[in-house]
């Protein structure tokens, strides 16, 4: 088994965690709203022969510092160039992108955006989220409410019904263990992306891969985010059967899979 | 099965109080009453100490938050179709949450709840 190692470094004065594993290529892979990097350590371990993966947790997420005022990040724009900055810190290099949900539509924002991303992997990511309301994300950090039981049918109906028990688990975790700043923070960007006139500037190789069950990131706006991907040098599209809006947790074994074949395609 | 009907809700409330995972969701709930609205027909329900019950009355000023949206919407979600978070959602889905969105998000896990007896409910309906 591949050792997954677990490091901080301070970005913006600020420690940050984050884990790493393997050697080759780098890939910076992106955590879902509310999550951390954990939910990608099955990936880590099936590509660690071929690929260096480096994950990090978002500041205010997992064990990484929040921001002064202990807050979190609020927009895309930020959170890319957040990680930006994170990945010229522990990166160094070009890298390819990854990322699911919130963290999908982060990967195709940093490919239409900065210059050292060499090819992007979109899961369940789209340009244009607006799918959750201001009364919604205000409610989240409200005294009298709590995520991790207003949030848990919600969140497990987004899971696949070929989820291993493992993701399924975990993503129950997810739940329970919330830091609802961290997820408003998260949903808020998420709600008001709207990267559509972007996508127009993606020319590096992109993945977009959509689990069948999702219904928040339905399969209709990933293919509209796919139709506006007409510059990037290659564009493929691949269905999940069974799986929902968290693949990378849900089947660690086909994602990784699905990944490799796309980048021995795209010789990345 | 007409989900429109007041049997049909009656039914579903007998179904519901005999149903611990739903008694124990709604067991902090005090007289939490909630509208559903289906096309122009209305019915109020009430949460309160782990119990759900209809109310006898067309008077919805004292409902604390309404469901409403159109029949066929709602067909979905009665029969678990479609998940309820979907059916609400702002971008997705026709069933609109107005009101107290505090009382509604505080029975959240009780409304998911009353949607699984139902699917179950019209599930055995059908199959009858």
């Known amino acids: 088994m591949p050792e997954i190692l677990g490091r901080y470094v301070n970005i913006r004065g600020r420690r940050t965690y984050f884990e790493t594993c393997g050697d080759g290529p780098a890939i910076l892979a992106i955590h879902t709203a509310g999550r951390e990097g954990r939910q990608w350590q099955g990936v880590m371990e099936l590509l660690a022969s071929r690929y260096r993966v480096v994950v990090p947790d978002l500041p205010g997420h997992g064990k990484s510092w929040p921001l002064a005022g202990n807050e979190c990040l609020q927009d895309a724009h930020d959170i890319a160039q957040w990680l930006r900055d994170f990945a010229a810190s522990v990166i160094g290099d070009s890298f390819i992108v990854t990322g699911c949900s919130l963290g999908g539509n982060l990967s195709l924002l940093m490919g239409a955006t900065f210059g050292e991303v060499r090819g992007v992997v979109s899961l369940q990511g789209c340009d244009f989220t607006p799918t959750f309301t201001d009364t919604a994300l205000d409610l989240m950090t409200h005294p009298q409410v709590s995520l991790m039981h207003a949030n848990m049918d919600f969140s497990m109906s987004l899971v696949g019904s070929k989820s291993t028990p493992e993701g399924r688990a975990f993503s129950e975790w997810g739940v329970l263990s919330i830091i609802p700043v961290a997820q408003q923070g998260d949903l808020r960007a998420y709600g008001r992306c709207d990267i559509r006139s972007l996508m127009e500037k993606v020319t590096v190789p992109v993945l977009l891969a959509h689990g069948s069950e999702d219904w928040l990131a339905s399969r209709e706006m990933v293919e509209a985010t796919k139709e506006r991907l007409v510059n990037a040098s290659l564009v493929r599209m691949v269905p999940l059967p069974g799986l929902g809006h968290f693949p990378h947790l849900e089947d660690p074994a086909r994602v990784s899979e699905m990944m490799l074949t796309f980048f021995d395609e795209a010789g990345l | ?128």
Request: hydrophobic share 45%; glycine share 8%; proline share 3%.
């Open chain 2, 1 to 128: 099965m007409d989900i429109s009907d007041g049997t049909f809700w009656d039914e579903l409330v007998e179904a519901a109080n005999g149903d611990p995972d739903l008694r124990r969701k709604c067991a902090h709930a005090r007289a939490c009453t909630f509208a559903v609205k289906i096309d122009d027909v209305q019915h109020m329900l009430e949460f309160h100490r782990g119990t759900l019950r209809r109310l006898e009355t067309r008077d919805l000023t004292g409902a604390r938050f309404s469901i409403s949206g159109p029949k066929a919407e709602w067909q979905k979600v009665i029969t678990g179709a479609v998940p309820y978070a979907r059916a609400i959602n702002v971008f997705h889905g026709r069933l609109k949450v107005e009101g107290d969105a505090l009382a509604a998000m505080w029975t959240t896990p009780a409304l998911w709840q009353l949607w699984r007896v139902s699917a179950s409910l019209s599930g055995s309906m059908t199959h009858a």
